[in-house]
């Protein structure tokens, strides 16, 4: 490859767990070695490339690696986060986003959710996954079925833009008289040895919702396809490279070698094993403790966390 080009690579696996393995291990050995603005002095390079992953069964077992950043609990609040608006409050109002550095609040100037349900053009709030709902219910095949993040008045002065920009969606005929719901998300940028991982628990469930709504809407039968993932820039920070690469003269194994010591069994957990905790972690996360926590949960918002706990209860959910 050219000196200076960024590397696109591919990823391509059954489950999210080894995809996300393979991920790692690919930008560590091919991605470009290059500077980020979150670097601190003492920092080295990033590890930097193009990605494009495919999860042919997003939710295959087993759906999670044992290896990320936050706890179970904490991952359910999020999956709440995106899916639901669990924490569309915590934004801060527009008045205070334009302010940029200015301002002194330190709320969020987004979440997810917010932007791909409650999308704000001036005095017009759209959401877009409904849509796409519609839009799919109504001509499968559509290519128009999207739904976007970035907003060019807000996001380019503030410290912490989307790294998520865009939803695509489309049904396939099954052959059987249904339909097969592919999702495509794309990103500017990505920590994927942070971020990743807990990202695409929460769009796959979103994925699932968005193929209920739709099967519920036209009737017929519609199943999850392959989720594919592209990023922009899909990195490993500097900052991370002692965990990856460990420290031989301590006895500390890096990422691989923890990787290798370990069948990929006892690398991952099942839904079955997971799902208690994302109910109750039992240190405070999870979708009970949740609830007690946060009085200000607006009450819309709060019914929907309800009912997925409710659901999620139920024997045969998988989360």
Not at 76 to 81: I, L, S
Not at 212 to 218: D, F, L, Q, Y
Request: net charge neutral; hydrophobic share 35%; with cysteine.
């Amino acid at each position: 490859m050219k000196s200076g080009n960024i590397p696109v690579l591919k990823i391509c696996e059954d489950t999210i767990p080894s995809a996300y393995e393979k991920a790692i291990k690919a930008v560590w050995d091919n991605g470009i070695s290059i500077r980020t603005e979150y670097d601190r002095p003492e920092d080295p390079p990033s590890r930097d490339a193009t990605v494009i992953i495919c999860v042919n069964r997003p939710f295959s077992q087993p759906r999670f690696h044992r290896s990320f950043a936050d706890g179970l609990g904490g991952l359910a609040e999020y999956v709440m986060e995106v899916v639901h608006g669990a924490h569309d409050y915590w934004v801060k109002p527009l008045e205070e986003i334009v302010k940029a550095s200015d301002s002194k609040d330190t709320r969020w100037t987004y979440t997810y959710h917010e932007r791909l349900f409650e999308y704000k053009i001036e005095d017009k709030i759209v959401n877009q996954i409904d849509y796409l709902i519609n839009k799919l219910s109504q001509t499968g095949y559509t290519r128009r079925a999207q739904a976007i993040t970035w907003n060019p008045k807000l996001d380019p002065p503030t410290e912490d833009p989307p790294c998520l920009q865009r939803v695509w969606g489309r049904l396939c005929e099954d052959g059987e008289g249904g339909y097969v719901f592919n999702m495509n998300t794309h990103w500017r940028s990505r920590d994927l040895f942070k971020a990743w991982f807990e990202n695409v628990i929460a769009l796959t469930t979103l994925m699932r919702k968005t193929a209920e709504a739709i099967s519920k809407k036209i009737g017929k039968r519609v199943s999850l396809g392959r989720y594919v993932d592209i990023c922009d820039s899909m990195h490993i920070y500097g900052s991370y490279f002692r965990e990856i690469e460990g420290d031989p003269k301590k006895g500390i194994k890096s990422f691989f070698e923890r990787l290798e010591s370990r069948s990929f069994k006892d690398r991952t957990w099942d839904s079955k094993f997971v799902k208690p905790y994302f109910i109750n972690d039992g240190i405070g996360k999870g979708l009970k403790t949740m609830l007690e926590r946060e009085n200000e949960m607006p009450a819309k918002v709060r019914a929907a966390v309800q009912q997925e706990l409710k659901e999620m209860e139920k024997e045969d959910y998988i989360v």
